[in-house]
């Protein structure tokens, strides 16, 4: 009888606190970066491996939210192809996908992050399922490893809380090729909130894979790729030592260089709508008031997430649910979370 392999993982988004932007070949990034993996933004995706008689090429099925999507399924089978030798199941077995996010689409949150970081996981747990072994000593490397290659900020997401993706000098143990787990982490920083506030819910008129490839030939590529790598230096050292100052000014600067870079690249865009200022009016307005140590940082595109440490979380709502809602569509109250988990 034709053997069935089953696996079910969810995998959380994340938002970077030092950004990447830039890549050189093999989605290798042209500087770290650090993130904060979320708790409440994920995908699910339930895997089926059926046997099959002919292996001649990779065949998938992809259903996203209960429909059949060609867009996705010619995207995943891509990767798939590209990476088949690490994978031998998939040339003897048809690949069934069903995936979806606890999140909207174009609110701010990396969904390619959460599902190539699914997809990374489901590939390692079929190798371990057919061939009797682990994917390698250490599968969560593996698992960052083949995310990174589908998309580039996956792999942080393989880990829980805080994840540094890209060499530095001071880390030997960091990686262009996967991300790494930060754990020395003072308390102030173990339970931060994330508010997505989303100011626009269209999708992305630049797509971050023009992003990045804008940073080929921009006037100020290099001072920005040291920059960067030191931040990601510097971020780890407030990490441990709990300076939630320190972390304001570095996130803050984080985002607007993200932004900055876009504006002066040579194909320069705009992603901030009025509103996304507006909202960062607020936020240092309140911030000067009421010296509550809160911070927003943007992804590529015009949302806001605003940061706040669990001690605030009250004031912080309040000042949400009074000063902000009215310039924002909706909000997703989302934290640091725990990381992928395996779903039976
Ligand atoms: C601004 O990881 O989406 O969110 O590797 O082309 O898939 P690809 O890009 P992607 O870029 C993320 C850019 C960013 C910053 C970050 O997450 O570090």
Redo the contacts with the bound molecule.
Sequence with gaps: MAKTYISHWRCPS?I?IV???G?KEN?IPCNA?L?LTLSESYTELNARLEEKTNDDEISLTYFFEGERNAAFEAKFLKFLNKHQVNFPFLKTHHLVLESSNSFPHSTGI?S??SAFGALALVLCDFYEQTQGKTISDNWQQTASHFARLG????CRSIFPAWAQWGQIDADKASSNEYAIPITEVHDNFKIMHDAVLIVDDEPKKVS??AG?ALMNKHAYAEARFVQANQRVAELREILKSGDLDAFVSLTESEALT?HAMMMTSADYYLLMRPNTISVIEKIFAFREQSKVPICFTL??GPNIHLLYPEVYKTEVENFIRHELSDLVKSIIFDRVGQGPKKLT
């Design positions: 994340n970077a950004k990447y932007w890549k989605q970066s993130s990396a390619s992050a998309s580039g900020s996956a971050s894979t990045h993200l992804d590529a």
